[in-house]
């Protein structure tokens, strides 16, 4: 039933570690950090893609800044409650850790698939250049009844297809992990920098259920 459940989000990226790790929390006397991998993209940028990793897997208390790790496990989410409201954070929750030599070519390094479900209206729009893109957001199951909850944006005609799904339904997706900056407004006269991760997709099939 677990493992099962477990293939409908399935995530490996390789990647140069550029922080230390730093606590998150803790379950049933397992500690839980932090650690962010910049991940090379086919256009010669990079995400910088954070990972929660358990203590029991990996000497916490070093600095791995420079190397390379290789890891795969689920994209995740979980509310934090920041004052009055809740925000949504994601991170790579990481079931396999292992140190690799060289990188791999970068088509290989960055990939994820999701098997999910549709829980709001997917957002269709263009760009002024006139490229199409949707919003998604995806909600994976876990074991225990818990669920994930996945922003992905889709471009060209996966947006268009996707522009006429409906919540509720399933889906499948194929992409890549990312992260994007944008600026955000707090007052008048001041903004912050902020980063959100998603998963850009390549590739999305709509699942028709039997009912």
């Known amino acids: ?36 991998v910049s991940v090379n993209r086919l256009s010669d940028s990079v995400d910088i893609i954070p990972l929660m990793v358990s203590e029991r897997l990996v000497d916490v208390t070093e600095s791995y800044i420079g190397k390379l790790v290789d890891a795969s496990g689920q994209f995740r989410s979980y509310n934090r409650h920041e004052g009055t409201r809740n925000k949504l954070i994601l991170s790579i929750f990481v079931r396999e850790w292992e140190f690799v030599d ?72 194929w992409g890549r992990v990312q992260s994007r900056e944008y600026m955000k407004k707090i007052s008048e006269d001041e903004v912050e920098k902020h980063v959100a991760y998603e998963v850009s997709v390549s590739k999305l099939e709509y699942v028709e259920q039997n009912i």
């Not at 409908?8 to 379950?27: A, L, M, P, T, W």
Request: charged share 25%; hydrophobic share 40%.
């Open 102 to 173: 060289e990188n791999q070519e970068v088509g290989k390094t960055n990939q994820i698939f999701l098997d999910g479900f549709i829980c709001k209206p997917p957002i269709y729009r263009k760009t002024p250049l006139g490229r199409e893109i949707a919003d998604l957001l995806v909600a994976v199951n876990r074991p225990y009844g818990k669920s994930d909850y996945i922003p992905c944006i889709a471009w060209g005609r996966n947006a268009r297809f996707a522009s006429g799904f409906e919540v509720g339904g399933r889906v499948q997706l």
């Open 1 to 36: 039933m677990v493992d099962k459940v477990i293939e409908n989000n399935r995530v490996g990226i390789i990647g140069e570690i550029v922080s230390d790790f730093q606590f998150s929390h803790e379950v049933f006397g397992e500690g839980f950090y932090l650690v962010d």
